[in-house]
Every structure is written in structure tokens, then in C-alpha cells.
T-cell receptor, first 115, second 111 residues
Framework: DVKVTQSSRYLVKRTGEKVFLECVQD?????MFWYRQDPGLGLRLIYF???????EKGDIPEGYSVSREKKERFSLILESASTNQTSMYLC??????????????FGDGTRLSIL | KQEVTQIPAALSVPEGENLVLNCSFT??????LQWFRQDPGKGLTSLLL?????REQTSGRLNASLDKSSGRSTLYIAASQPGDSATYLC??????????FGTGTSLTVIP
């Protein structure tokens, strides 16, 4: 079974802090994704990566950056956290380079609160 | 930009009923369509993925259909059980490497 692990289930940070959310997958998947989920808005794609050191912007990249130094790990960085970044963050991975014909597998999510 | 809609937003049925969840999308140029289940406070669990060349996929009591030309997919759940209570979401990747999700249907199966 695919295992996607997010480092924290709950996180509380202060406005202006630099925040790191970590995601690790154990199935050698090429593609990795970061989403945020908000009530009434559903899931929105922030960034994705289809290979080590490669990244592409999703729908809402503003205020975020990502890092993929190793194939199994994809980090989401909030450069200077703001209250409107309070949300549920979900990481996912899938097989296949640059093609999305394989199912995405999700972690359990990180509920981030910015005070 | 792809828009994905799921109707109804919430559904409540007695145990044992068969039910259908709907997903519609505006741009038929899709690779595939995926159905997920989400339990409260949890991540998403993949249920079924239908490739653009397929019409149906089945897994146990679940059957998903895809009609690309009309921009619709349905998820049929047979003989519903209380353990099926969850939010069900559909998602489509477009040819521009973006993923779009519906806002989901919250299903409650009453014992």
C-alpha cells in the first residue's frame, strides 16, 4: 500500500513566521502535490512537482514556495505566514512522469492555524 | 478553466438503499476522472479512477461511469451501509497539468 506521511496533523504558528510542512511518500512516485482545502472552496492546487528539483505552480501559489531535494520528500514553505493561510493542507503523490493517468494517494493532512 | 460541480452537496439515505452521486465538469478534454472518499478530519482515499477512454469502473459495491461528451460522471453505491458515511469528491486533471476538484457530496447513511 502507498504511504504518504505528513509530518504534523496539527500545527499552530504566529503571523510572520516561516512555516515548513513536510511530506514523504514511500512508493517511488514521480509526482507530488500540495493542496489546501477550505470550506466551500474545496481542494485547490498550490504547487506540484514531477521530478526532483522540478516544480510547477498550481492555482494558488502566492505566499508559498516548495522544495523537492529528494524524490520521496516534498516540502511546502510559507515564507511569512498570514492568517488567511489558516487551512487544511493535503499532500498527494502519484506515479508517472508528467502524465496524470495514475491515481493520486493522499496523506492525512495538516491542519494549520496562523494566529 | 475547468469547473467541477457536485450535486447534491449533502445526501441522507436509510441503510440498504442504492444511491447515485453526480459530478459534472465543463471541459471534456480530460485524461481521467477520479473519485475519492474523505472522512472527517482526514485525507482523501482513492476509490476509483476512470481513464478518458473508459465508460465504467467497478470496485465492490461501487460503480463509476464517465460520459465525456456530456461532461458527467456518476458514482453508484449499492446497498449502502453506515460505514459509507463520508464526503465523496471527484477530481479531473486537465491537459495543462492542473487538477480540479468538486466541493463534494456529504453522505449520511442512517442505520
Amino acid at each position: 500500500d502507498v504511504k504518504v506521511t505528513q509530518s504534523s496533523r496539527y500545527l499552530v504558528k504566529r503571523t510572520g513566521e516561516k512555516v515548513f510542512l513536510e511530506c514523504v511518500q514511500d512508493m517511488d512516485h514521480e509526482n507530488m502535490f500540495w493542496y489546501r482545502q477550505d470550506p466551500g472552496l474545496g481542494l485547490r492546487l498550490i504547487y506540484f512537482s514531477y521530478d526532483v528539483k522540478m516544480k510547477e505552480k498550481g492555482d494558488i501559489p502566492e505566499g508559498y514556495s516548495v522544495s523537492r531535494e529528494k524524490k520521496e520528500r516534498f516540502s511546502l514553505i510559507l515564507e511569512s505566514a498570514s492568517t488567511n493561510q489558516t487551512s487544511m493542507y493535503l499532500c498527494a503523490s502519484s506515479l508517472n512522469e508528467r502524465k496524470f493517468n495514475q491515481p493520486q494517494h493522499f496523506g492525512d493532512g495538516t491542519r494549520l492555524s496562523i494566529l | 478553466k475547468q469547473e467541477v460541480t457536485q450535486i447534491p452537496a449533502a445526501l441522507s439515505v436509510p441503510e440498504g438503499e442504492n444511491l447515485v452521486l453526480n459530478c459534472s465538469f465543463t471541459d471534456s478534454a480530460i485524461y481521467n476522472l477520479q473519485w475519492f472518499r474523505q472522512d472527517p478530519g482526514k485525507g482523501l482515499t482513492s476509490l476509483l479512477l476512470i481513464q478518458s477512454s473508459q465508460r465504467e469502473q467497478t470496485s465492490g459495491r461501487l460503480n463509476a461511469s464517465l460520459d465525456k461528451s456530456s461532461g458527467r460522471s456518476t458514482l453508484y453505491i449499492a446497498a449502502s451501509q453506515p460505514g459509507d458515511s463520508a464526503t465523496y469528491l471527484c477530481a479531473v486533471p486537465d491537459t495543462g497539468n492542473q487538477f480540479y476538484f468538486g466541493t463534494g457530496t456529504s453522505l449520511t447513511v442512517i442505520p
